[in-house]
């Protein structure tokens, strides 16, 4: 690999990369532990975020090029690839749901934007949320919930499901210090990769509020 930014794993295990300098995704089967098990798919400018479906589909953020590719299962060209949504600098982080929803972390343009499946131009991509500085990681959890790893904010934030402002962005844990990629777990705990730290932190689910009674 050459300098890889981005993995993913589906539901068999297999294990997926964007190979950054290579300009590549590259996929190796469940147990690989050598070059000669990596297989490479399509053929992408500069490949960063990287994520895949329930079904096998691979969604890639073309950094390089601005563009968000998806590469259906067992798609192995850039002839089967097709893009996505339209209008990002830079995208970075990109993350799936189970409805086929694509989160896009659009880093040149300190927005997150969601596309519904399918989308395939601009005009069907809404942002999410708002007050980004360089927001670089996504995720999303079961309940539609988006976290963000805003990078220049040195936050990890969360929108609940439907959120367009900024005002329902809400700031979870803290002391980080460029935050770069997010992942949520079934339980709603969550792990940052805290670059400027060069550590790996889990803020665990937040205990809920407790209940007063008149």
Known sequence: FGEPDGVAVDGAGNVYVADHDHNFVKEMPRGCASSSC?????????????????????????????????????????????????????????????????????????????????????????????????PAGVVVDGAGNVYVADLNNNAVKEMPAGCAISSCVTTLGGGFSQPFGVVVDGAGNVFVADMGNSLVKEIPLATPPSLTFA
């Open 38 to 134: 990596v297989s490479t798919l399509g053929g992408i400018y500069n490949p960063t975020g990287i994520a895949v479906d329930g079904a096998g589909n691979v969604y890639v953020t073309d950094n390089g090029e601005g563009f968000v590719k998806e590469m259906p299962s067992g798609c192995a060209s850039s002839s089967c690839m097709t893009t996505l949504g339209g209008g990002f600098i830079e995208p970075s982080g990109v993350a799936v749901d189970g409805a086929g929803n694509v989160y896009v972390a659009d880093f040149g343009h300190n927005f997150v934007k969601e596309m519904p499946s399918g989308c395939a131009s601009s005009t069907c991509v809404s942002k999410l949320g708002g007050g980004f500085n360089l």
